[in-house]
């Protein structure tokens, strides 16, 4: 057992908590208590994810990983920072980490619906937790 900043006792290793994909960002997030009502119907983490939904601009997005990644061969990784956001985006011109966010939210997407898989160094990782650059390549 282990106690968390306000005290509260939660168990270690107990029963597994279930999660969800946000359909926004693409990020794994976990139960909570004030949805237990409507577990069923949470498709979002947040609400800032409820608000931005997913555009017409994430699923250009998602057509520009897809399209750079079938024209390499199979297997080869693509580092996702060298992807630009699709032209035209909603993103300011000169806003990398706005762009680079859109591209990120995309690939993860993508992985949880398998069609491509998140590498740091080589390796599969969580796109969920992924931090610093990673490479991303078709299932």
């Known amino acids: 057992m282990t106690r968390g900043r306000s005290g509260s006792t939660r168990v270690s290793g107990g029963a597994a908590t279930p999660s969800k994909i946000c359909a926004s960002c693409g990020r794994r997030f976990e139960w909570r208590a004030k949805w237990a009502r409507s577990w069923n119907e949470v498709r979002y983490c947040s609400d800032a994810c409820r608000r931005r939904g997913v555009t017409a601009d994430d699923r250009a997005a998602e057509e520009r990983i897809v399209a750079a990644l079938s024209h390499r061969p199979r297997g080869t990784a693509v580092d ?7 032209d035209g985006s909603e993103t300011e011109p000169g806003s990398a980490s706005a762009r680079r966010e859109l591209m990120r939210r995309a690939a993860r997407r993508l992985a949880d619906r398998e069609v491509v898989v998140w590498l740091q ?19």
């Open 80 to 86: 996702l920072d060298s992807l630009d956001a699709p």
């Open 121 to 139: 160094g080589g390796a599969p990782v969580d796109p969920s937790t992924a931090r610093g650059p990673v490479g991303i390549r078709l299932v």
